[in-house]
């Protein structure tokens, strides 16, 4: 809301035109505070409009206060208290009234003599609301009139000292007559005394010149005076009348003339009612002239409001104004001054203005918000029906006068009146969220606007607020934050998605955490970037970007996979899903990638597991089947080797035969490593120790060409492994490194300690986090390609000659390690070497005791064995070994069979050997059965495959004891012998 309606074009502006105006005037509210000056008074008091606008007229203008006998604001104060007492107007006689000269001027008071009148505005209850205090400067004239009467007492006095003197003379001459001789004895001093007396008279008579000389100087200047005022109330833009004591017309000036009609010739030495012809607007009755009051009662008098001037030739005008007496210097009434002004443009901009204000206040009490206006003090003083509603009030007159502490809360009050001061010291508060609380205890949330009213003078005087409730849109608002937020906080923690947004374009705008950590770009640098820029396309152009960004604006969404580049410029593999944004038009894409590689190299890893884990299942069975046949042919082989006198005829052959099954056991030894079907016996082993005993016979496996070198960990933690597999291993490894190196070169062994953490876990992610050896086999040979590595460990696969290899070496150790727990990689370049590194938990169990290497005949028994064998020939194999040796024999074809056989013996069973896979009952089940009958019963299993459970995962009962299809006869005696004695 303005804080003044703006005045039409066509109207002048009042404030303009009193400021300009050329009389000395001021404007006084009833506390006796300057509200307006004019150009002119600002000039004669040398001051400024801002030193004195707002302040007391008394604090403005003080009494010089180096002239104790001032009495200019006693009589200006009396004067005014007159004007506030009887709402008529007071004409002061010439007051002394010293003004104080600007600060740059020494600030000094000037000695000024002035004529003021204070008149009254009455407001429309009849009560004072303004006086307006005019004034003349007469400091010129007074001085004028002080020099002529002292010029006129001068004259006097030296007409007198003439005629004094003249007297004087007379007498002399008769005093020289009487004395004659006495002077014609002082005649010499008379002439002298003349004649000083006549010079004296001289002067006297010169000065006397020179004084009625300025004093007509002073006429002179007295009529520049009168001509000045003249002039001045000619040229002053009010009407201004004056008449004698009897009311009669002495002077009009021009406006005079033109708003009553008459000429100044006509209208002087007429009665004032002739030419000053005044009725009221709304009853057309005649209205009493202000002169008459102004000299019978010696006051200002001013007009009641709606008077209307008519003028000689019948126009009517709507005017103010005010009479004044005019008073000589006894303070006798000599006449009356009236002053006029035509108010027809003011009533029409009045009449505007109350059009204007009443369409505002139609438009605020129309508004859905709040609108309320307070004034200096912070107490209402507008306030629109939304407003009056907003506080809980019963109307606006309920509202008004009153504070924000009369209808809010204390803690909101305060923070209301804070902001309502931050206004009035000329601020404006803008669109600022604010809760208010409603009458029925409800808080909401308004969007509020506090601007500062000012004042003609520029001066802040109130405020005007708007208060909208925007509690709806708040709760969207907060909705849509949460939302956000959650959102945000959803892409920030998808660490391993790579989540941005591009423009129709392809070019990035956001970019997550996920991303950063993806592509190696910080969010600062990524954004503005193309998508070009992460991309490298793989096999034509079906993976750009382009046209990745084309199929998902066309599809809506658009999923692929292909090698993206990190900004250190490595590669990784992704999967990428693109999609369209749109709000009806394309707004741009959102795109989701993943880092693959990893995921990618696994399925790699676990495609060639399968794959060997097939080609192992099928080397097993195999295996299964080829021991069965081994046992027979090996363990005959042997008894009939036995039973041949040295030089025996067919011995050579039978013992070539012998050979070759010792060679196809080996090979299906290597095929259970590899598809890990046997059986480990574990031990704590010294791995250092393991390569020291393998070291000579090493040295002669890989040649005098091939340079050997160790490199062990001198406080390397023990392993739990199969020993003869490990030996294995080693060999194995060995003799790979032997043949890449055909024209010699450098084969190292080396041990140390590792710990593994759980950010190893993608480069072994079989393998918990915790202790383990790393044994790890170097030669500086030919390499491998990446195809040949990819199936390294395949069995059957070589790249030697055939007949050169079997190439189950690389997949026994394979298999061994695997079956330990452990991991195996290899690292290759061609032409350069290759070296396996193999991974076998730690342990800090005490290592076992070394194993006996003698070797002798395996003792001989008595007790009962009972042996369970689903191959007719191996249980005939082994049931004439064990008779051999003195046991008695129990068989049973399977395990159900033997179970049969068991409960129809009646003495006691002190051993069993029994297959592990049987049909029907296996060898496991077929011992539990049993304990339950012979509590101590001792049990060997033998087997050239198992599916069983406990033995897959290499771990054998306490109790229990094991032997490898295909066996001798020696190594079964023996066996049997050792789980009998408790030694095995």
């Known amino acids: 809301m303005a804080d003044a309606p703006t005045e039409p074009a066509p109207y002048p502006d009042f404030r303009v035109l009193f400021e300009s105006a050329p009389g000395l005037c001021l404007v006084l509210d009833p506390d006796l505070v300057i509200v307006a000056a004019s150009d002119a008074y600002l000039r004669a008091t040398m001051t400024a409009r801002e030193r004195i606008v707002g302040r007391h007229i008394f604090d403005a203008f003080p009494d010089n206060p180096d002239d104790p006998a001032a009495t200019g604001v006693r009589n200006l104060r009396a004067s005014l208290a007159r004007v506030l007492a009887h709402g008529a107007a007071d004409a002061m006689a010439v007051q002394k009234y010293d003004v104080r000269r600007p600060a740059a001027e020494g600030g000094a008071f000037e000695e000024r003599y002035w004529s003021p009148v204070n008149s009254p505005v009455l407001g429309p209850g009849g009560a004072v609301a303004y006086i307006i205090h005019r004034v003349e400067d007469v400091t010129e004239f007074v001085r004028l009139r002080h020099r002529g009467a002292e010029q006129e007492a001068r004259t006097e006095r030296m007409e007198a000292e003439v005629y004094q003197r003249a007297l004087h003379l007379e007498d002399s001459n008769r005093r020289l007559r009487e004395a004659n001789d006495e002077l014609t004895r002082l005649r010499a001093d008379l002439e002298r005394r003349v004649e000083e007396r006549t010079a004296l008279l001289a002067a006297t008579n010169a000065a006397l010149r020179a004084e009625v000389a300025e004093h ?138 109350r059009s204007e204000r ?78 208010v609380r409603y009458a029925d205890g409800r808080e909401r949330w308004h969007l509020v606007i506090k601007a500062p009213l000012r004042d003609r003078t520029g001066q802040v005087s109130g405020l005007v607020g708007v208060s909208r409730n925007v509690q709806y849109r708040k709760e969207a608002e907060d909705a849509l934050r949460t939302s956000e937020a959650r959102l945000r906080l959803f892409i920030d923690s998808a660490r391993d998605y790579a989540i941005f947004m591009t423009d129709p374009a392809g070019v990035v705008v956001t970019w997550n955490p996920g991303a950063e950590r993806a592509y190696g770009y910080p969010a600062a640098e990524a954004v503005g970037l193309p998508l070009e820029r992460f991309d490298v396309p793989e096999g034509g152009t079906t993976d750009a970007p382009a046209e990745r960004l084309a199929r998902a604006a066309g599809t809506g969404s658009h999923q692929t996979e292909g090698w993206r580049v990190r900004k250190d410029g490595t590669r990784f593999w992704a999967e990428t899903t693109t999609s369209a944004l749109r709000d009806g038009a394309l707004r741009g894409f959102a795109v989701i990638a993943r880092d693959m590689t990893e ?72 095929l259970l490593a590899f598809g890990r079907k046997t059986i480990v016996e574990p ?107 990819a199936r390294v460990f395949e069995p059957f696969f070589t790249t030697k000659e055939p007949g050169a290899g079997t190439g189950l070496g690389l997949a026994m150790a394979y298999g061994a390690v695997k079956t330990h727990n452990g991991h195996i990689t290899v690292y290759s370049e061609t032409n350069v070497g290759t070296t396996f590194k193999i991974l076998l938990p730690a342990t800090g169990d005490a290592p076992s005791g070394p194993l006996s290497g003698e070797r002798r005949p395996a003792p001989r028994g008595a007790e009962t064995v009972l042996l369970a064998e689903d191959d007719d020939t191996v249980r005939k194999f082994a049931r004439l070994v ?56 001792k049990v060997l299993y033998v087997s050239g495959y198992t599916d069983d459970a406990v033995v897959r995962h290499g771990i054998v009962a306490a109790t229990d004891a094991f032997l490898q299809k295909p066996f001798t006869p020696l190594s079964l005696a023996r066996k049997t012998r050792a789980v009998l004695d408790g030694t095995g």
Do not use: C
């Open 216 to 353: 007509e100087r002073t006429e002179r200047l007295l009529y520049q005076q009168r001509e000045k005022l003249r002039v001045t109330l000619a040229s002053i833009g009010d009407a201004v009348v004056t008449t004698d004591a009897n009311a009669r017309v002495t002077m009009l000036n021009p406006v005079a003339e033109a708003l009553t009609g008459w000429p100044e010739a006509d209208a002087v030495g007429r009665p004032l009612e002739d030419v000053f012809r005044i009725v009221n607007q709304g009853t057309r009755d005649p209205v009493e002239s202000p002169v008459g009051r102004a000299l019978a009662e010696g006051v200002v008098v001013g007009l009641a409001n709606h008077t209307v001037l008519i003028a000689r030739d019948g126009t009517e005008r709507p005017i103010d104004d005010s009479a004044a007496p005019i008073r000589d210097e006894t303070g006798a009434v000599l006449g009356v001054v009236l002053i006029f002004r035509d108010v027809t443009a003011r009533h029409a901009a009045e009449e505007t203005v």
């Open 882 to 937: 064990l008779e051999m040796q003195g046991y008695a024999v129990i068989e049973g074809a399977g395990g159900a069979d033997a179970l049969r056989a068991a409960t129809g013996h009646s003495g006691a069973i002190s051993l069993l050997i029994t297959d592990v896979v049987m049909p029907g009952m296996g060898g496991r089940d077929l011992a539990e059965a049993l304990r339950l009958r012979h509590p101590g019963l």
């Open 358 to 435: 009443t369409l505002l206040r139609t438009l605020i009490d129309a508004l859905p918000d709040a609108v309320w206006t307070k004034d200096a003090t912070g107490r209402f003083v507008i306030s629109n029906p939304a407003h009056v509603a907003m506080v809980g009030a019963a109307d606006e007159a309920a509202v008004a006068g009153r504070t924000g502490s009369d209808f809010h809360p204390p803690e909101l009050a305060a923070e209301y009146a804070a902001d309502d001061q931050r206004v009035f010291a000329g601020e404006t508060v803008f669109n600022k969220e604010e809760r």
């Open 683 to 789: 031990k704590v082993l010294d791995l250092n120790g393991v390569i020291d005993q393998l070291a000579r016979l090493l040295r002669r496996l890989v040649g005098e060409d091939v340079i050997l070198a160790t490199a062990l960990a001198p406080d390397l933690s023990r392993i739990r492994a199969d020993p003869t597999q490990i030996e294995q291993i080693v060999m194995n490894l060995a003799v790979n490194a032997r043949d890449a190196m055909p024209r010699g070169g450098r084969l190292t062994i080396e041990t140390r300690n590792v710990r593994l953490g759980p950010g190893d876990a993608a480069a072994y992610p079989d393998l918990p986090p915790g202790p383990y050896v790393q044994l790890a086999v170097s030669d500086t040979g030919v390499g491998m390609t990446d195809e040949v590595k």
């Open 599 to 670: 995921r990618r190299k696994l399925e790699g890893q676990f495609r060639q597991a399968q794959k060997l884990e097939a080609v192992g299942r099928l080397a097993g069975g195999v295996a299964h089947d080829f021991n069965n046949i081994l046992t027979v042919i090996n363990g005959y082989s042997d008894v009939v080797l036995a039973a041949l006198p040295p030089g025996a005829p067919h011995r050579e052959a039978l013992a070539a035969v012998r050979d070759a099954g010792e060679r196809a056991a080996g090979l299906t030894s290597q």
